[in-house]
């Protein structure tokens, strides 16, 4: 078994979280998730959880956390991956981790529910903390970060895929104009939910460039961070380590 650790409750302030709403949205379109995946990002996004993995390295035997892990795509590839990968795949959509084993019940992925924001497990556990679409959901990105900083071991790796703005270039009207309103459609045809995709898009232009996004990581203390875009710039996987003195 892995370590768990029992935490207290952190208190944010006055401001009211959203995160109640996300789990909602995530519970209801959990059955339907990985088939809009697919078509709203033209199959590319099986590449990038390839590139999650592959920047995440062989944990060599040791705990992998699969974070935000949805229906359980990194977190099986991981384990496909590397031989003896040992992955705790962790969410806290009850849906999402129900469709999860539905797809990967016999991958040997242990599954928890849990709370990004309080993780329960032990300091120091994991050799590596994947997550796919999480801290554009969550109330405080460093807060988050700063917590898998914890649970990651000294000259562990962490590896965020998610959203990212898109530049204001020659492409940003064609592209604007797809997730404001291709995306939504899509959702309303394919997830029966228009509401939930209309939100990825407004979640996508309000959230952190991918260099504002580096400068949190190097605040929650992650050292040799950077990024790289894919899908016309609106797609970002970033990544770093805790150093080894921590």
């Given amino acids: 078994m892995y370590p768990v650790q029992s935490k207290t409750g952190i208190k944010e302030g006055g401001s009211l979280s959203k995160e109640p709403g996300v789990r909602k949205m995530f519970d209801a379109i959990a059955g339907r998730y990985d088939l809009m995946n697919r078509v709203m990002t033209m199959g590319q996004d099986q590449k990038w959880r390839h590139f999650v993995v592959a920047k995440a390295g062989d944990p060599q035997g040791g705990l992998c956390l699969d974070l935000a892990t949805g229906t359980g795509d990194i977190g099986a590839l991981m384990m496909k991956t590397y031989s003896g990968a040992r992955v705790v795949g962790a969410d806290f959509s009850w849906n999402m ?8 019940g016999n991958s040997g992925i242990r599954w928890q529910a849990c709370d990004a924001n309080r993780l329960p497990f032990a300091d120091n556990t994991f050799r590596s903390v994947t997550f796919g679409y999480l801290l554009r959901n969550v109330d405080n990105a460093e807060l988050v970060l700063r917590e898998v900083h914890r649970v990651l071991m000294p000259g562990g790796r962490v590896v965020c895929l998610d959203t990212t703005p898109p530049e204001k270039n ?8 797809y997730l404001k309103y291709g995306i939504p459609v899509l959702g309303k045809m394919i997830a029966r939910d228009e509401a939930a995709y209309a939100y990825l898009t407004g979640s996508t232009m309000g959230f952190y460039t991918a260099k504002e996004l580096e400068s949190i990581f190097i605040a929650a203390g992650f050292s040799r961070v950077s990024s790289k875009k894919f899908m016309f710039g609106t797609i970002g996987v970033h990544w770093g380590e805790k150093p080894a003195y921590s």
């Fill in 97 to 104: 981790l129900q469709e999860a084993k539905k797809r990967f």
């Fill in 170 to 177: 020659f492409l940003y009207p064609f592209i604007r104009c």
